[in-house]
Nanobody, 123 residues
Framework: VQLQASGGGLVQAGDSLRLSCASSRRTSSNNGMGWFRQAPGKEREFVAGISWNGGNPVYVDSVKGRFTISRDYGQSTVYLQMDSLKPEDTAVYYC?????????????????WGQGTQVTVSS
């Protein structure tokens, strides 16, 4: 499975971005999908996850109410809608395909990773 993340960019605080993660194989529709991010000098952090059937979205507390994860099965794509962006959201964002149908918060539960897309939020 190859994952291609896109949609990052440079925005101002309060702006919105939508990240996309396209999968090369439809078999990823049987797996949970997640978004992680890594800021300079920090460890990779779980951001959001969604189960194989689009249910049970989970978010890290710092993005609850601002970010929304969704998936389009027809396009084998997962999205991360990011609203009310803050400077602390600045990071490289990675999408990943879970080893199973549920999207957990541990990076070890993910088998495939995209290449990352940079999100920079200026104050």
């Amino acid at each position: 499975v190859q994952l291609q993340a896109s949609g990052g960019g440079l925005v101002q605080a309060g702006d919105s971005l939508r990240l996309s993660c396209a999968s090369s194989r439809r078999t990823s529709s049987n797996n949970g999908m997640g978004w992680f991010r890594q800021a300079p000098g920090k460890e990779r952090e779980f951001v959001a996850g969604i189960s194989w059937n689009g249910g049970n979205p989970v978010y890290v507390d710092s993005v609850k109410g601002r970010f929304t994860i969704s998936r389009d099965y027809g396009q084998s794509t997962v999205y991360l809608q990011m609203d009310s962006l803050k400077p602390e959201d600045t990071a490289v964002y990675y999408c990943a395909s879970s080893r199973g149908p549920i999207a957990g918060s541990s990076a070890r539960s993910y088998a495939y990773w995209g290449q990352g897309t940079q999100v920079t939020v200026s104050s």
